[in-house]
């Protein structure tokens, strides 16, 4: 089965540290990854997706086709960071859609 | 925010009874989805439908039931075969095309007691 795994389910860090939230996909090609990113009451959204190459909200996220890894980073936590991030992928050939991984729940302590 | 609407936001059944969620999107989008939300299994896909009048299991559909009469709705039929119904459920909405970003409603909570 082709799957999206985020090993950590739970990541505590101070604020200011850094932090990186694992996801390792399993398929041989070229998937679309994306990290989407639910904040306390809020619906989910968008973070950032791996085509855009950019930088939202201090998080980066490099495809190292290699290892099959899409892991998320940002360099100096915040607390305003803390909320559950999911990595996703779609796969054009099998219709568009999105599977997610378990999910990650980031806690940035004062 | 906005664009896609989940109604109700909270619901409860009993045991047996079949109950329908509702799904509205504003945005235009062809693709529509539902996905069922519990807790360490992230998001799992139930159904998804690219054009009206089409939809196609997704990795969890049996005792779910959906339809695609108008672009703008998508709603989730939870039937009385579905095991374990109480749950999160979420819809999307997206574009077909390359780079498509998946937009989500806010959620409906349903508990079957």
């Known amino acids: 089965a082709q799957r999206v795994t985020q090993p950590e389910k739970l990541l505590s860090v101070f604020k200011g540290a850094p932090v990186e939230l694992k996801c390792n996909y399993s398929?041989?090609?070229?998937?679309?990854l994306f990290w989407y990113v639910q904040y306390s009451r809020q619906r989910l959204q968008l973070l950032l997706r791996?085509?855009s190459r950019e930088s939202i909200k201090g998080f980066t996220a490099d495809l190292n086709k290699g290892e099959t890894s899409f892991h998320l980073k940002k360099p100096f936590a915040q607390e305003e960071d803390s909320a559950m991030y999911y990595c996703a992928r779609v796969i054009k050939a099998a219709g568009n859609k999105l599977t997610f991984g378990g999910g990650t729940r980031v806690l940035v302590k004062p | 925010d906005g664009g896609i609407t989940q109604s109700p936001k909270y619901l409860f059944r009993k045991e047996g009874q079949n109950v329908t969620l509702s799904c509205e999107q504003n945005l235009n989008h062809d693709a529509m989805y539902w996905y069922r939300q519990d807790p360490g299994q992230g998001l799992r896909l139930i159904y998804y439908s690219q054009i009206v009048n089409d939809f196609q299991k997704g990795d969890i559909a049996e005792g779910y039931s959906v339809s695609r009469e108008k672009k703008e709705s998508f709603p989730l039929t939870v039937t009385s075969a579905q095991k374990n119904p109480t749950a999160f459920y979420l819809c999307a909405s997206s574009t077909t095309g390359a780079g498509n970003t998946i937009y989500f409603g806010e959620g409906s909570w349903l508990t079957v007691v």
């Open positions: 398929y041989s090609g070229s998937p679309e």
């Open positions: 791996h085509i």
